[in-house]
Structure formats: structure tokens, C-alpha cells
């Protein structure tokens, strides 16, 4: 009786074991590619490949590490997250060697839309900061019926690329300064000459409160060496206030972005408290209110800047969590 007990209790221990490892491997990210009508797109992922995917997109500097630590309790959620490489960073790769390589808003948009149809989702939950929440943003906006939740960590990102271009408050304009110097030559030169301590510098200037390591940014500096990453960068920064051409493709899409269009997938809006790049108000404002008629949630994030999924990673996942089981 002892040995048969003995031998149902290690029978027992062995599969709790097995299930552990099983969810462990669910959960641990695993690289991977899919090939876009545009792009060779890297791309991490984690979580069942059976749910509800939920695409986590990064920003300018950044790469897909800035979710490591969201990305967990998301998987353990149940949720399939996918955290792909933006057009220009670490393995990411343009399929036509002489294609040339743009970035304005409405291309990084499709992009969106051309990664989820590349892995068959037909539906998605989006976030996104910076670059990435502009992307979200834009296929939220012109794709209504794929995008079932968005969690932008901004404001309302997209942008009027077809002018007039007028300049803003000083202090604004002051911040932006690295617009200004990638419009200039100097700038594309500075970029592919000093990527890696630029990117850093900025880190540490929209984030002044954020105390990184050399470890935590030496993961991710790999992805500014992407050959295209400098073309990128420069032509985002360029199209934005009329100084380089957009894609003709793009034309009447970027009519239709400058004309503000609301989003309807219910939204959460996150804010970084010390965000040098935009300080938020306490409270929704009206026009939060009238391109967000879903807004679902607001939160300002005391004690974090711009690279809110790195500085309060739980913040980001509970409220995903949150947005998704009310988006069911």
C-alpha cells in the first residue's frame, strides 16, 4: 500500500511538474518571422496560440524588449502577445533590397494590418508608445473591424502630415529638438555616426526619473545597427513637417489622418506622469473625450516617463488585463 501510495504521489509531483514546464514554455517568448507584402517582420511571442492575440507595439529608440516584462502577464492572462520589430529595427527587413525606405505614420499603420493578416487575425487587441502608439492609433482609426481593444500610452498620436505646419509653444519646441536636427544633414550624419549614445540620451532625457541600466540598454541597442534603421528615422522625421515626399500609396490615407478621425475600439489612454515629451492633464480633457467616444479608462502613471512598458511594466499589463475582459 506504501509503495503504491509512493508511486502515486511521484506520478502526481511528475505532471504538476510537466504542467508547470508546459506553462512556462506558453509563456516564455520565443523569436520568430512572418513576411508581409512589404516586409520580412521579426517578432517575439508568447502566451496559447489559441488567445485572443494582443499586439504590443514599440517606439522610436526602442525594440521589442521594451515589453519583457508585460509580455509574462499578459501570456499567463491567457492572451496570445505577439511584440513585433518596427520597420527599421533589430530584424526587421525590407523583402526589396532597392526599395526605399520610408516611415511616415500611414505606413507604419499598414504595417500593423499587414502583420496581423500575415499570421491570419482577423481580430486584435493593440498597444502601443510613441511610433508604435501611432501605429495602433492609425489602425484603430481606418480598421475599426479588426482592432477590438487599444491601449495607447499617449494622447491622441496621429499626426496632420499635409500642413499647414505650425510651429508650437517654445518650451515644445525645445523638447523636439532631435526633429529639428534629423531634418537637418547634420543630423542624418550624427544619427549614423553616434546611434547607440543618441538613443541613449534620449532615454535619459524623456525619462529623467528612470534609472536604467547599462544591461537593460545594451539589449536593446543591438536593434539601432539595423542597416535601414538610419533611413528610417530620418525619413519619419522628415515627412512629419513636409520636408520629404510620402509614399504615393499613402496619398489619400494621410488626407484622411489629417483629418483627425475618431477612434472607436474602446481605449485606455496611460500617461508618464514626468513624460518630458508631453505633460498630461489630471483629467480627460473634451477633446480626449470626442476622439475616444470609448474611452474606457485614463491614468496617469506617477513616477514614469516616456517608456512607460520598461518604467512601470505591472502598470501597463494590469491595465490591458483591465481593458480587455470589459472589451469582451
Known sequence: MASMASHRRAFLQAAAAAGLAQSAQAQASTTKSVRTPVLDIGYEESGPREGVPVILLHGFPDDAHAYDEV????AKGGYRVLVPYLRGYGPTRYRDAAAPRMAEQAAIGQDVIDFADALGLPRFAVAGFDWGGRAAAIAAALHPDRVRALLLMSGYPIQNTVGPFRPGPPEAERNLWYQWYFNLERGREGLAANRRALCRLLWQTWSPTWRFTDETYNRTAPSFDNPDFVDVVIHSYRHRIGNAAGEDRFQAVEQQLAQRPKIAAPTTLLYGADDVL?????????????????????????????????????AVSSAMLELMASAR
Open 71 to 74: 509580455a509574462p502577464a499578459l
Open 278 to 314: 508631453g505633460r498630461p492633464s489630471p483629467e480627460a480633457t473634451p477633446a480626449e473625450r470626442a476622439l475616444f467616444p470609448a474611452l474606457a479608462g485614463r491614468r496617469v502613471i506617477a513616477g514614469a516617463g516616456h517608456f512607460l512598458p520598461r518604467e512601470n511594466p505591472e
